[in-house]
């Protein structure tokens, strides 16, 4: 009787066929369509033939992913009841050891396929990864809209840089301590910032974004004002140094699957719970016994923890920082990265930052239109994925 | 043995008075609903008894220590929860982790633990799911389980309030209008509910309008008008007040 019901309503996993087939075609018109557009858009900068070979690539990868998504429903829905799902626990991990596996031995063996151009890519992929999954933390699990992340990542960036080249710690001892300075950045912007909300919280954060900036520009003696820090070294580990890019992307690689691991762990403990009954409702989750103050608080710290992990990265890559790095636009461009792959939505976020990264290398091509055609992009997705790109969750008004 | 005490509780909003004095005591496992036209600062009650606003003057009483005024989560470990009377589920979470949050201050394990999945971790989480499942089988949704709570139909978004409060293993439970828009044959369901929590050892207070509900359930009813309690009494004893009439249907000219 229960189980009727729910059905009827349209529960996403327990469609029924003809429901669920009418979907498909729909995505896939839809897809196509966003395909069309894409290459009408591609059209006056590369001629007729790149923009026809970029129709047909993309509407492939569309139609298959919308095909992709079909299988993984049914997949979900062959499962049994409910109850027996959750029971046996298999609902908390759809992606099955033998994938995860093939998917690291495919990671590890980048350097080995890769030109170093595309490895610079992949090393720049994974620390905006880091950053957007951090900053996920914040938008996506807890709804508290940040836009001075950079920041963050900032701090993390010159913490490392002074420790470096002033006091001469090597990487793995400033790690630490960088670490423990950007989550204290966090929590006290967090302490007067959380007595805000919504639109006055974002602008607070807005303005903690261009403070860090603009002390950083001016405090000539301690960050080399606009000049900014040179000479910043690289990892050793094990008396080999991590100069190349194969071996930084090693480093690289480690960060971002901890930061993945420990990230999803989390969301899917009590701490996540709390952070994510907080974005739904407030009140709500007050009155069940969450301390709605404390786990904002931690939520702007974890977070800022991972920005602070993708500075130190960033800066022993580059082995240089200025402030130029840490502007709003890159605030905005983490921003993107988290709306475009689905806010909350762990994978979809990897791959948004992934696109976001590697699209406008794709697109380097056509020059200075290539921000025309992603602006384009982005609005696209917004009008007809306003859910983010990979994400199957259904967006509430407040973010649509 | 009095559960719950209020004393001249009273709160202002700015010159309007929404709480007047307001006193009375819930004896432990009854069932007690507060009435009252609208406006009559029911859900101010409420919200007064669970931290959500800060009463201006008089006291709360929770097993003879005081409650008044402490923040809404240090409120719920004493042992009080409630529902909403404009449902305020997690929407986009499933029904079970619906359940699951509300068990988050039962739930002990750090951010260690969590990260290196520990053992304690992983029992506790198996722990609060079977619980979990237990809550909603107490007000039949353990079907809807793994559904997003926006898919389940109005009737048993209510009960899935009712069970996330619950899950909070609280003494005295608060329901905000739990029957509000449903037809006579789901009010019946939620009052069997209710009686289930008794037997449970629930003191219940609610909020209602629907009549049929309140003379069948209650022991003891406190109506309020314009944030005055102008009765207390069994239901027969509310039934025939003249003030709760004349705050009903208003005075006769010729009285």
């Known amino acids: 009787m229960k189980n009727e019901e729910s059905k009827v309503t349209g529960g ?98 980048v350097p080995f396929l890769l030109r170093d151009y595309l490895l610079d890519v992949a090393i720049l992929s994974g620390i905006y990864i880091i950053l957007a999954l951090g900053l996920n933390v914040v938008v996506g ?9 950079v920041a963050f990542y900032a701090v993390g960036a010159y913490t490392y840089a002074l420790l470096n080249v002033k006091l001469g710690l090597g990487f793995w001892e400033a790690l630490p301590l960088s670490l423990a300075l950007t989550t204290l950045s966090g929590f006290i912007l967090a302490i007067p910032a959380l007595r805000l909300r919504g639109d006055y919280l974002a602008i607070v954060t807005l303005g903690f974004g261009e403070i860090v900036r603009l002390i950083l520009n001016n405090w000539d003696s301690l960050t080399g004002g606009p000049n900014g820090i040179p000479g910043i070294a690289s990892p050793h580990t094990f008396g080999l140094s991590m100069e190349t890019l194969s071996r930084y992307y090693y480093v690289t690689l480690g960060a971002v699957l901890l930061t993945y691991v420990v990230v999803s762990r989390v969301r899917s403990s009590r701490i996540g719970r709390a ?126 | ?84 009377q ?35 971790f992983l029992a506790e989480e198996e722990n609060a799911r079977c619980r979990g499942l237990e809550y909603l089988g107490l007000v039949g ?27 909070t293993e609280p003494a005295l439970l608060l329901l905000d209008e739990p029957t509000a828009g449903m037809n006579p044959q789901e009010s019946g369901e939620i009052m069997e509910i209710i009686r289930k929590l008794q037997a449970l050892g629930k003191t219940v207070i609610l909020i209602e309008h629907d009549m049929k509900v309140v003379m069948g359930i209650s022991e003891t009813i406190v109506v309020l008008d314009h944030g005055v309690k102008i009765a207390e009494g069994t239901p027969e004893m509310i039934k025939s007040d003249p003030l709760v009439i004349e705050a009903y249907l208003g005075r006769g000219i010729f009285a």
């Open chain 1, 12 to 109: 996403n996993r327990t469609h029924k066929d003809e429901n669920s087939s009418l979907d498909t075609r729909h995505s896939l018109l839809r897809s196509l369509f966003i395909a069309l557009w894409l290459s009408i858009l591609f059209l006056p900068f590369k001629g007729l033939l790149p923009s026809l070979i970029l129709f047909v690539v993309l509407s492939l990868t569309m139609t298959s992913l919308v095909f992709l998504r079909g299988y993984a429903r049914t997949l979900i829905g062959k499962g049994g009841l409910a109850i027996e799902r959750i029971r046996s626990k298999k609902v908390f991990r759809p992606s099955s050891l033998v994938t995860r596996s093939l998917l690291l031995i495919i990671l590890l063996a």
């Open chain 1, 141 to 149: 699990f807890t709804g508290l809209l940040n836009l001075g992340f």
């Open chain 1, 275 to 400: 952070w994510i009954a907080i974005r739904e409702d407030e009140i709500g989750a007050s009155s069940m016994g969450i301390s709605t103050m404390r786990y904002k608080l931690y939520s702007f710290a974890f977070g800022s923890f991972w920005a602070g992990l993708a500075g130190i990265l960033f800066a022993a890559k580059m082995r240089f920082v200025s402030p130029e790095s840490f502007t709003f636009m890159e605030s905005v461009l983490i921003l993107c990265m988290v709306i475009l792959g689905g806010l909350g939505s762990i994978g979809g976020v990897i791959m948004g930052s992934v696109v976001l990264v590697v699209l406008p290398e794709v697109l380097r091509e056509v020059q200075s239109y290539r921000m025309i055609a992603l602006g384009a992009g982005l609005i696209l997705i917004m009008i007809f994925r306003p859910q983010g790109l990979f994400s199957g969750r259904k967006i509430s008004k407040r973010f649509g």
């Open chain 2, 1 to 84: 043995m009095y559960l719950l005490e209020v004393r001249e509780l009273t709160k202002h909003f700015g010159g309007i008075r929404a709480l007047d004095q307001v006193s009375f005591k819930v004896r432990e496992g009854s069932i007690t609903s507060i009435i009252g036209p609208n406006g009559a600062g029911k859900t101010t009650l409420f919200n007064c008894l669970t931290g959500l606003t800060k009463p201006t003057g008089g006291m709360i009483l929770l097993s003879d220590a005081g409650i008044g005024g402490m923040a809404p989560h240090a409120i719920v470990s004493l042992g009080v929860a409630r529902t909403f």
């Open chain 2, 86 to 120: 404009n449902i305020r589920l997690f929407r986009d979470m499933t029904v079970l982790e619906n359940v699951l949050v509300s068990q988050h201050q039962r739930m002990r394990s750090g951010l260690f633990k969590i990260v290196s999945k520990h053992k304690d």
């Open chain 2, 141 to 167: 949704l353990e079907c809807s389980a793994d559904i997003p709570s926006f898919n389940l139909p109005y009737g048993d978004q209510r009960r899935l309030e009712i069970a996330r409060a619950l899950a």
